[in-house]
């Protein structure tokens, strides 16, 4: 069968970028019966240099400095956003006007008022959109939602997370630039929220459901930062650590916490889900183990059992070697570039689609505002 072409128009050429990029490369590879196929058509980044050696690196056929011009082009069919997060909402909003499909890296927006906006683009043009909410594709992480949904948990009493890291701990690191955007409010909107506790929450309410309120508490560990670009010293707005506990819609009660200043954690990312009739939990160090407590179990073998995610029969686990042989995290892209494909062939949604992102940042926004006001905040605040 001769494959449907999907034309890929990239912007941003960072980590990503290459996370995508590779995506896009394997999945024929592996996911053979896939109608559609990416085909590498244009990357975009402002720096001259670095998109030619992206491009050639990566086996793009062209590429652009200008973003506008990327999405003017009549041989693109989906614009994917790897930029920080400050242009997502530009970007998604010309690329839907346009007609273009719209692939985004999490998180949405900067904020809730560009988030809406953003959905109200992709539903007004009626373009197929996905937001890069990547974990949800690791083979154990949609095991678990698969014994979610059958009912092995029973009635859920508590959902435990955490995503832990320590690289900004330097006090001599500067505010924002480049390499460190992730730093400068300006351009992140938010700190580990809307970095790290995105996926946290994206997870939480894709296995657990809705969130209803939060308390939070947020802190700035290093007050003061260099600006490069204009060698003063400048407050630092974005939030070094987050921790928040919450009511879910199912009457069960949430603990999440992030930092960045977690000595010894490079990216440990936990959930741990406790319900009447058994449990779960899971861990990023060791992505492809889903542990599971059935309560029904017989009593002299009763125990965590440990489940190796990799049998055929296992989420996506038939596409890749043999049983028993373990993936990693670029997978979960894979996964995502296959799932979009096979969306595009039957008409299905592919979530988290925009506005799946956009209840994400409701309770990011609420997390915030909870934090800053100390006080429990709803997450029923609505832009759109
Ligand atoms: C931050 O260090 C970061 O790269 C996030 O931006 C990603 O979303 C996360 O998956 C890994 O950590």
Redesign the pocket.
């Known amino acids: 069968m001769k494959k449907k072409e999907l034309r890929i128009g990239l912007i941003g050429c960072g ?2 970028g290459r996370t995508h990029s590779n995506g896009y490369k394997r999945v024929g590879d592996f996911f053979p019966d896939l109608a559609y196929k990416p085909i590498l058509k244009a990357v975009c980044s402002r720096s001259e240099d670095k998109v030619i050696a992206f491009a050639e690196q990566w086996g793009y056929e062209s590429y652009e400095t200008d973003w506008k011009k990327l999405i003017s082009r009549d041989d693109i069919d989906a614009v994917d956003i790897c930029t920080p997060n400050n242009m997502h909402m530009e970007i998604a909003v010309a690329a839907a006007a346009a007609g273009k499909m719209v692939l985004c890296e ?1 998180p949405l927006s900067r904020n809730l008022e560009e988030g809406a906006q953003m959905v109200k683009a992709v539903e007004t043009s009626q373009v197929k959109n996905t937001v890069w909410y ?2 949800r594709r690791l083979p154990a992480v949609t095991l678990a939602k698969q014994l979610v949904e059958s009912g092995k948990l029973g009635k859920i009493f508590h959902y435990r997370t955490n995503f832990l ?1 320590d ?1 900004t701990i330097n006090e001599n690191l500067p505010q924002g630039g480049r390499a460190f955007w ?1 730093m400068d409010a300006e351009a992140a909107g938010s700190g580990v929220t809307g ?2 506790l995105a ?1 946290c929450i994206d997870l939480a309410m894709w296995l657990n459901g809705g969130i209803k309120d939060v308390s939070a508490m947020t802190e700035i560990f290093v007050k003061q930062r260099l600006r490069e670009e204009t060698g003063k010293m400048e407050d630092v707005k974005i939030d070094d650590a987050c921790i928040f506990h919450c009511h879910f819609d199912n009457g069960s009660l949430g603990l999440f916490e992030s930092t960045r200043y977690a000595r010894g954690h490079k ?1 440990l990312f936990t959930f741990e889900i406790n319900g009447e009739k058994g449990s779960l939990r899971w861990d990023l160090h060791d992505l492809n183990k889903l542990e599971y407590f059935n309560n029904a179990d017989e009593s002299i073998v009763k125990g965590w059992r440990s489940i190796h995610v990799t049998d055929g029969d296992q989420p996506y686990m038939d596409k890749w070697w043999v049983p028993g042989l373990s993936i990693g995290y670029e997978h979960s892209f894979v996964h995502q570039v296959a799932d979009f494909l096979k969306s595009i062939a039957t008409g299905e949604e592919c979530h988290p689609t925009f506005r799946d992102a956009y209840e994400t940042q409701k309770v990011c926004e609420a997390v915030l505002l909870s934090a800053k006001n100390k006080c429990w905040a709803d997450t029923d605040v609505d832009w759109n």
């Open positions: 980590f990503m999490k990547n974990y890291q690289w992730r970095d790290l996926h990216a």
